[in-house]
């Protein structure tokens, strides 16, 4: 049981390039994240996907695109990377019940140069 | 607007002592607050959750407490240890919806640094 993964763990763009950021998770949860992560900023979301074939906005959508390519993954993709996108990104998913707790992945390191 | 504030930003300690973290939140209407603890390099692991009923809660050498009338919550380490060094946000939700639409609010957290 690897709980939530990501792929890759690092990553360097250079400006106007495009990229797939991957995340799977194998517990059956319905609901998956993404946030990014800049420093002193803690974490905002980017999208989410309530349950598979939905996806909707968070509060920073601009510049990302996502699909939930099934119940498992979720990727997140920067068709044209700008340096303001250089952060940590991670991935969650969530389990449904009261708790709402939320499991996340290890994180994707990317920089834009 | 929905909004959790942390404090300290950064706190460094001795190792043996202890130390208390605050969270303040404006999220209504509440449904549970929970602690998670960042180490560097690695994505939040859950420490506890607090529901509306609860004002205590212990896990270990941390103890969360929760005052829903004041809408503060605090986090107590006991006899710190070096591998308490992390990052600790506080996050709380307002809503409970099986369907999915659950969107929590995070703090920014506060950077712990334990000094042997």
């Known amino acids: 049981n690897a709980g939530v993964t990501q792929t890759p763990k690092f990553q360097v763009l250079k400006t106007g390039q495009s990229m797939t950021l991957q995340c799977a998770q194998d517990m059956n949860h319905n609901s998956m994240y993404w946030y990014r992560q800049d420093p002193g900023m803690g974490l905002r979301l980017i999208y989410y996907?309530?349950?598979?074939?939905?996806?909707d906005k968070g509060e920073v959508p601009n510049g990302y695109n996502v699909s939930r390519l099934n119940k498992r993954e979720f990727s997140l993709r920067l068709e044209s990377a700008a340096p303001s996108q250089t952060s940590v990104y991670f991935c969650?998913?969530?389990?449904?019940?009261?708790?709402?707790?939320?499991?996340f992945g290890p994180g994707t390191r990317l920089t834009v140069l | 607007k929905n909004q959790v504030e942390q404090s300290p930003q950064s706190l460094i300690i001795l190792e043996g002592k202890n130390c208390t973290l605050q969270c303040n939140y404006t999220v209504s209407p509440f449904s549970n607050l929970r602690w998670y603890k960042q180490d560097t390099g690695r994505g939040p692991v859950s420490l506890t959750i607090m529901t509306f009923s609860e004002n205590t809660k212990s896990n270990g050498r941390y103890t969360a407490t929760l005052d829903a009338d004041t809408k503060q919550s605090s986090l107590h380490i006991t006899a710190s240890q070096l591998s308490d060094s992390a990052s600790y946000i506080c996050v709380v939700s307002d809503t409970y919806a099986s369907g999915g639409s659950y969107i929590p609010t995070f703090g920014r957290g506060t950077s712990l640094i334990v000094h042997p």
């Open positions: 969650a998913s969530r389990l449904t019940s009261p708790s709402n707790e939320q499991f």
């Open positions: 996907s309530a349950s598979e074939g939905t996806t």
